[in-house]
């Protein structure tokens, strides 16, 4: 037994520790938090203090149990979680529940995982920072109290299964608000005029009119007073400048970065950085410093020497802007700065070089530039053109790194040719093109973050996980639009005459933006109109700087959330009682076939429109389709919805309709339903169309071969090529040509998948219908019905008893009450209430 156990988050993190370490030292993963609040009640006594009810997980208490008989046999136990507030309430939920002494307790801390500091952490103890574990506690408590009473106001208010969260509800408000933004802006249209020029050295270059035209018949105008001009260089400006680099990476700032250079999104860079982190290869990835220590510097300094020579050297410190930036003391860079590149998973290499350029440059020396501007004059009218031009005279850090940019129509200036006042140029065009004014963007992952940070809402931590939390509520969606045309016109003067061009341009793409859902956008309004104060941006981000004076011992922290709660459960309360049920519903018209209103609301199964009100017996309803939402569609569009389903006929003895529904419009042909192809309008599908979509359909289910005296199929999927057997879907792997696959190859797919299968099997346990099989990570999972459990890497399910199974699954499984007599009746009402809405 080692004379000392250390007790770190993650086992990646403990088997980069143990390699530092000699034998005295044994080093245990708590796998993350061993407690936290219980999962089906709210866990917090409001009226005493707000103390949380903490509890140790099902699935963690074997863990504890090791570590507790661990640390029992130890002579010292070292608590070595993250310095954070998440790390301190890991150490001190580990010192709680394992009742570990604290005469033989020590906590340590670190932001790289290097041998040095290791080593350097264990010579310099110091006890758990309560101030730390209070403020972590406080956003616990006070997330837990928003989300538990919020929540169940909007089950009763808008629809069941709804969540509202202090961050993430501003985050999806951030969203819905980009999005009215666009709705309602008017595109205006201007004409930029561009001319070409060459110079007495044969030399071309670009240049433009500082203004534009409002009017197609302005610019005209403009280029037939330039029909027989004559032009020289009227003004010449050259002077230096500079380009200084960026600070090295925060957490936010990696974030955006890797987002517009990798194309990463925020959750997976966070993953990526956290594995580079508990490797030894970076420092601590979640932080607000823009710090290096004096150690990093000088090992900056000397790769940049080596590698690039002395001129390129720089040595500087980075100022921070975020007051709640004392929890970590360094920005993210390489533990190693002669490491230019690692040997390990492509996106995680990827990232490394990343961080590893950005922390260099961050040393390095400014890049020298010259700047030219020009004007040039006609002979016969006052208007100017205007020409600017770098000229990089030193690279500087510019070797190594440029920050990348968020907006997409940032243009970067070329070079100019050499050129002095009063020299002649000839012309050999000008255009004038009309250009459409462009809303704000919708914001990516990164521009989101960016936008968080800058209010002063979330924490580092808190970002990545909230962007997951709206996408999986159905809040936001990425946008999938590849855009429509747009017709413009360009007007070019050349050899002496003045022509017109209809040109084309893709506007509106939102691939991969955020997109706020309908039910977003009900569930915003109906906080901000009912809850304002919550959704408030200032009182957001002053909860933050709360936070932060918790972390610093400057206010108790219950009774922070006592101010909070005073104002907040009253609201909850009288919203509960005297709020109407929100469905977003909008009027948009009445239906000339039959003089009702047409409106468009949330229904029980999403968007939809209605012909009649609510009294109206005969009212009809139309799903919308995925592309429309409550907010935008017209009363056109709605009607058509009620075109649908379309009887197309009968087509091989079946009958063919064109329908929308839930998931979309489609085909049926009897009993087989066809999805549409992206796009494509069911109003537009004909006879034929469907004839091609129904043949397409026969081919891709015909078997391609047998196997077993049973056909294989193929197809593609959401995970790329298929083939299914036997109820068995089989990705099929680029070592094989799937346009051309062989019986053999069919066979080793299927016998290498049965194998698999068998292979990820546990436990079977045919009699109780209990199957604990294999998962991905190392983790196993444990299968009965519809209850899924997974277990913590920790857990050995080869060694776990079909009784020890048994309670597991029977903690999960749902208790049914027997309804009160009292509860019977209140519900009595409401089931009368909906009957007589239906009839």
């Known amino acids: 037994m080692a004379k000392n156990l250390v ?18 030292f044994q080093v245990e993963s708590s796998y993350g938090h061993i407690a936290d609040l219980p999962s089906k009640e709210i866990g917090v006594d409001v009226e005493n203090g707000f103390k949380p009810k903490y509890e140790v997980s099902p699935d963690k208490k074997a863990l504890v149990t090791k570590l507790k008989s661990l640390s029992k046999n130890a002579e010292t136990v070292w608590l070595a979680s993250d310095e954070d507030r998440e790390g301190e309430a890991i150490s001190w939920h580990l010192a709680e529940e394992l009742k570990l002494d604290k005469k033989k307790t020590k906590r340590i801390v670190f932001h790289e995982i290097t041998k040095n500091a290791i080593l350097k952490a264990i010579d310099n103890p110091r006890e758990i920072d309560y101030n730390l574990v209070n403020a972590q506690q406080a956003r616990r408590v006070l997330d837990r109290l928003v989300g538990y009473e919020l929540s169940p106001v909007l089950w009763r208010k808008i629809k069941g299964g709804l969540s509202a969260g202090r961050v993430q509800s501003v985050s999806v408000r951030l969203i819905v608000e980009r999005e009215r933004e666009i709705q309602d802006f008017k595109a205006v249209a201007t004409y930029s005029v561009v001319a070409e020029f060459t110079n007495e050295a044969g030399k071309t270059f670009k240049a433009k009119l500082p203004k534009n035209f409002n009017t197609k018949k302005e610019a ?53 950085a956290q594995r580079l982190y508990e490797a030894g290869l970076i420092t601590y990835m979640r932080t607000d410093s823009v710090n290096l220590s004096k150690e990093a510097m000088d090992a900056a300094e000397a790769e940049i020497i080596k590698s690039y020579g002395k001129e390129f050297s720089k040595p500087r410190t980075f100022a921070n802007k975020s007051k709640g930036a004392q929890e970590a003391h360094e920005a993210i860079r390489p533990t190693d700065m002669s490491r230019h590149t690692v040997n390990i998973d492509r996106d995680q290499a990827r990232l490394y070089d990343l961080i590893w350029k ?11 530039l010259e700047r030219t501007n020009v004007k040039i004059a006609a002979n016969n009218h006052s208007e100017l053109f205007a020409a600017s031009g770098e000229v990089l005279l030193f690279e ?3 070797k190594v790194y440029l920050e990348g940019n968020d907006d997409d129509e940032e243009e ?26 462009r809303p704000a963007a919708r914001y990516t992952e990164a521009s989101l973050v960016k936008k968080l940070e800058e209010l002063g809402i979330g924490r580092p931590s808190t970002y990545a996980p909230t962007i997951s939390t709206i996408i999986n509520r159905n809040y936001v969606e990425k946008g999938n639009l590849e855009g429509q045309e747009r017709n413009y016109t360009q007007l070019i003067l050349q050899s002496g005459k003045v022509g017109e061009k209809l040109l084309k341009e893709n506007t509106g793409s939102d691939k991969g933006k955020l997109v706020p859902t309908d039910i977003g956008t009900i569930v915003t309004d109906f906080l901000v109109k009912n809850f304002g104060n919550i959704l408030d941006y200032n009182f957001t981000a002053k909860v933050e700087q709360d936070f932060d004076e918790i972390a610093e011992g400057n206010i108790e922290w219950a009774k922070m959330m006592q101010e909070f709660y005073d104002q907040f459960h009253p609201t909850v309360k009288d919203v509960e009682a005297n709020a109407d049920r929100e469905s977003g519903e909008r009027i948009l018209g009445i239906d000339p076939a039959t003089g009702k209103p047409v409106s468009v609301r949330l229904g029980k199964f999403g968007p939809m429109a209605q012909i009649g009100d609510a009294e109206d017996e005969d009212k009809k309803f139309a799903s919308l389709m995925k592309e429309q939402n409550i907010g935008n569609i017209t009363l056109e569009e709605a009607l058509n919805l ?18 929308n529904g839930r998931f979309g419009p489609y085909v049926r042909h009897g009993s087989v339903f066809i999805s549409l192809p992206k796009g494509e309008d069911p109003l537009a599908v004909t006879k034929e169309r469907a004839q091609e979509l129904i043949d397409e359909k026969i081919k891709a289910d015909a078997p391609i071969a047998t196997y077993k005296g049973e056909g294989v199929q193929k197809g593609t999927g959401r995970f790329g090529p298929f083939i299914k057997w036997g109820g068995i879907f089989i990705n099929v792997s680029k070592k094989y040509d799937f346009d051309n696959l062989s019986q053999s190859d069919i066979e080793a797919l299927i016998e290498d998948k049965l194998q698999k299968n068998i292979d990820k099997v546990i436990h079977n346990w045919e009699e109780e ?20 459990i997974e277990l913590s890497k920790d857990v050995d399910a080869s060694k776990m008893t079909l009784a020890e199974v048994q309670e597991l699954i029977a903690q999960k ?10 509860v019977t009746t209140a519900k009595k009402p409401a089931a009368k209430k909906t009957t007589t809405k239906k009839k």
């Open 7 to 24: 007790i770190v988050e993650s086992p990646a993190k403990a088997k980069t520790i143990e390699k530092f370490l000699g034998s005295d």
């Open 220 to 272: 005209e105008d403009f280029l037939n007073k330039n029909i027989g001009s004559t032009y020289k260089v009227s003004d010449l400006e050259t002077k230096p400048t500079k380009k200084s680099p960026t600070a090295p990476f925060t957490t936010s700032t990696l974030q955006q970065e890797a987002a517009r250079k990798l194309y990463l999104p925020v959750g997976i860079t966070m993953q990526l």
């Open 358 to 368: 950005r922390t260099l440059a961050s040393q390095m020396s400014d890049a020298q």
């Open 396 to 398: 500087g850090f510019l």
């Open 412 to 437: 970067q200036e070329g070079m100019l040719p050499a050129m002095k006042v009063n020299e002649k140029l000839q012309n050999n065009y000008i255009t004038a093109t009309e250009r459409y004014s």
């Open 642 to 659: 009620f075109l649908l389903p379309k009887n197309l006929g009968i087509y091989k003895d079946e009958e063919v309709e064109v329908s």
């Open 769 to 788: 219908g209990i199957l604990v099989e294999k998962a991905r990570w190392g983790r196993s999972v444990i299968l009965k019905g519809k209850i899924k």
């Open 813 to 822: 499984t749902p208790t049914k009450k027997a309804p009160a007599k009292k």
